[in-house]
Nanobody, 125 residues
Framework: QVQLVESGGGLVQAGGSLRLSCAASVASGIIFSFNAMGWYRQAPGKQRELVAGITRGGSTNYADSVKGRFTISRDNAKNTMYLQMNSLKPEDTAVYYC????????????????WGQGTQVTVSS
């Protein structure tokens, strides 16, 4: 019922910045709300890891490797989540995925977990 689409990835030089966006879309007439949301990344040969998360109440958490450099945020009016990435390093190179825990419906609700298709971030040295 919900689709997530990432954008904003690309090639950037070390020390540069990128802002990733994750836009949620839903069929007309369907009521939905976000619960926990987050950004994950997966590098070649590595397991997918949580980069940053944000709860329904707005609290955030970050992987130690990105703390102080990345900022997660959301715009509820636009149904969009962002990841501002500053001071990028080559080790940040990965496919970045957005994830959302979503509740749909009104009287009869359903809670589901959704993944985006991913966006490539490449940081050159």
């Amino acid at each position: 019922q919900v689709q997530l689409v990432e954008s904003g990835g690309g090639l950037v030089q070390a020390g540069g910045s990128l802002r990733l966006s994750c836009a949620a879309s839903v069929a007309s007439g369907i009521i939905f709300s976000f619960n926990a949301m987050g950004w994950y990344r997966q590098a070649p040969g590595k397991q997918r890891e949580l980069v940053a998360g944000i709860t329904r109440g707005g609290s955030t958490n970050y992987a130690d490797s990105v703390k102080g450099r990345f900022t997660i945020s959301r715009d509820n009016a636009k149904n969009t989540m962002y990841l501002q990435m500053n001071s990028l390093k080559p080790e940040d190179t990965a496919v970045y995925y957005c994830n959302a825990d979503v509740t749909t419906g009104t009287l009869s609700t359903r809670r589901s977990n959704y993944w985006g298709q991913g966006t490539q971030v490449t940081v050159s040295s």
